[in-house]
Nanobody, 126 residues
């Protein structure tokens, strides 16, 4: 079965950096676009960014553009989320997800993702 295991979350001061990793197994990782989402307490889960299956295309939410970077290593079946200049409002549980259809470019709608990780807590202190 497909498993996504996230790591790298934690507590950081505003202005600091963290890198999340998401290791996938049980699927042909290189064939699928990957997305990152986040959910703050009392809020809906929202799109953060996505990367195409080949890593040729990335997209980001306006709120993180210029601060967050998504990359992937298909040889390691791992996708990364580098978060710089973190703000208090970035505090949330972060989830990686597999896009439903293979060979995708990475879409924004959460209903287009079929497998989800368990989530990694990111807490930014102000």
């Amino acid at each position: 079965q497909v498993q996504l295991v996230e790591s790298g979350g934690g507590l950081v001061q505003a202005g600091g950096s963290l890198r999340l990793s998401c290791a996938a197994s049980g699927l042909t990782f290189s064939a699928y676009a990957m997305g990152w989402f986040r959910q703050a307490p009392g809020k809906e889960r929202e799109f953060v960014g996505a990367i195409s299956y080949s890593a040729s295309r990335t997209s980001y939410a306006d709120s993180v553009k210029g601060r967050f970077t998504i990359s992937r290593d298909n040889a390691k079946s791992t996708v990364y989320l580098q978060m710089n200049n973190l703000k208090f409002e970035d505090t949330a549980v972060y989830y990686c997800a597999v896009e439903r259809r293979p060979w995708g470019l990475g879409v924004t709608g959460r209903n287009e993702y079929i497998y989800w990780g368990q989530g990694a807590q990111v807490t930014v202190s102000s």
